[in-house]
């Protein structure tokens, strides 16, 4: 089976555990696998990541990193949202985006839906303000997995697609959830490269077909 979706109408922490250990994400309000990708016309296979949580400490450069932001941004977890706020920033960062996105954020995440089946949490960060970026990643029993980031491309200097994904990360530390799963990372395709800058060769684990 090369691409699989299934459509639950409910969810429980424990199967969505169960999902992510076998290498299934999120899609909407379905999940999915699939063992080839197509981009630019080329064909891709993707590598299903998960880093294990427990003794995971960030590297002196990923702490730099988290400092750096946490004193210059303004930064808030809580149970996720879709607003007007994130709509309209999701808006802007797909104007620059090279790729497919949804028409909208509410249909990235809920196929337009009002409702949903996942425990979602969000990471927002400010500038005063100004929210600059957000992210947002479900919550299993034992597991987190990260499922979209987007951010003000004006400040894309600050890479703080990826400085939500360290907060994630130390979300999922500091509540004792054993595996955090950042999706797929694609050879040959740098566009998720960034992934990889979690943790090192013995840090990060990857799904063996």
């Not at 696998?33 to 949580?53: A, Q, V």
């Not at 990193?65 to 809580?78: E, G, S």
């Not at 996105?101 to 995440?109: E, F, V």
């Not at 337009?112 to 100004?130: A, K």
């Amino acid at each position: 089976m090369f691409t699989e979706k299934h459509f639950p109408e409910s969810l429980s922490g424990e199967v969505l555990d169960e999902y992510l250990a076998k290498a299934w994400y999120r899609m909407g309000l379905s999940v999915f696998t699939c063992h080839f990708l197509f981009f630019d016309e080329s064909l891709y296979s993707p590598i299903w990541l998960r880093l294990p949580l427990e003794g995971y400490v960030f590297r002196k450069s990923l702490q730099k990193k988290l400092q750096q932001a946490r004193q210059q941004f303004r930064t808030v977890i809580k149970h996720g949202i879709i607003d007007d706020e994130k709509e309209e920033l999701f808006q802007r960062y797909k104007e620059q985006f090279k790729g497919k996105l949804s028409a909208t954020l509410r249909d990235s995440m809920l196929d337009g839906q009002d409702h949903t089946i996942f425990d979602t949490f969000e990471v927002n960060v400010y500038d005063g303000e100004r929210l600059v970026a957000f992210s947002f990643f479900d919550l299993g029993n034992d597991s987190i997995a990260s499922i979209k980031g987007v951010y003000d491309h004006n400040y894309a200097a600050h890479s703080l697609g990826f400085y939500t994904m360290l907060e994630e990360i130390q979300f999922g530390k500091d509540l004792g959830f054993q595996y955090y799963y950042p999706g797929y990372f694609v050879p040959g395709n740098q566009r998720f490269d960034y992934k990889l800058r979690m943790g090192g060769r013995d840090d990060v684990q990857f799904f063996d077909l």
